[in-house]
């Protein structure tokens, strides 16, 4: 079972510690590749660079011709 608590939260010590919880908007950059938006430190969906490397392979499309 858990133990009580040792001394009471005031009112503000509560309210800054919830203060962080809210929801943050995100930090949305422009790719300097290929122009998309792209989330920051993150490497671009659309070209696969992440600072002006190629980090992935980028989608390319395939076409199979069966014979």
């Known amino acids: 079972m858990p133990h009580e608590p040792k001394k009471r939260h ?3 010590a509560k309210r800054i510690r919830r ?3 809210s929801l943050k908007a995100a930090n949305i950059i422009i790719c300097a590749n290929c122009n998309a938006k ?3 430190h993150m490497a671009c969906r659309s070209c696969g660079f992440y600072s002006g490397k190629a980090v992935t392979n980028s989608k ?7 014979t």
């Open 38 to 40: 792209t989330l920051a």
């Open 10 to 12: 005031s009112k503000s």
């Open 60 to 66: 390319q499309q395939v076409t199979v011709t069966k």
């Open 19 to 21: 203060g962080s919880i």
